[in-house]
């Protein structure tokens, strides 16, 4: 069993920057691929970004790469996601999630455990 707690959410201008940190529970944080999701109101929940726990290899979404960076840290069982030149668009409730599978997926259901989430609003 895993618990995820995100948090760094807020309230930002356009253009501007935030930092999503997802703290983990337990000593088994490495091997799991971690995932950053979102969901804006009225929308269906969208992948943003993934790390493998293999080699730490990066995937994002089309619409936040190049803006937005996500990295871990296993020796504090924290992920996070770096997001930069945020757009209004990027309004949502952004997730971490959690995978024991090998390789990544961009499904929601390719992931076991969730956090709570965390709003973020980018003001125009």
């Known amino acids: 069993q895993v618990q995820l707690v995100e948090s760094g959410g807020g309230l930002v201008q356009a253009g501007g920057s935030l930092r999503l940190s997802c703290a983990a529970s337990?000593?088994?944080?490495?091997?799991?691929?971690m995932g950053w999701f979102r969901q804006a109101p009225g929308k269906e929940r969208e992948f943003v970004a993934a790390?493998?726990?293999?080699?730490?290899?990066?995937y994002y979404a089309d619409s936040v790469k190049g803006r937005f960076t996500i990295s871990r840290d296993n020796a504090k069982n924290t992920v996070y996601l770096q997001m930069n030149s945020l757009k209004t668009g990027d309004t949502a409730v952004y997730y971490c999630?959690?995978?024991?599978?090998?390789?990544?997926?961009?499904?929601?259901?390719?992931?076991?455990?969730w956090g709570q989430g965390t709003q973020v609003t980018v003001s125009s």
């Open positions: 337990g000593r088994t944080f490495r091997s799991y691929t």
């Open positions: 999630a959690a995978r024991r599978d090998l390789g990544y997926s961009r499904a929601g259901v390719g992931y076991d455990y």
């Open positions: 790390i493998t726990r293999s080699d730490g290899t990066t």
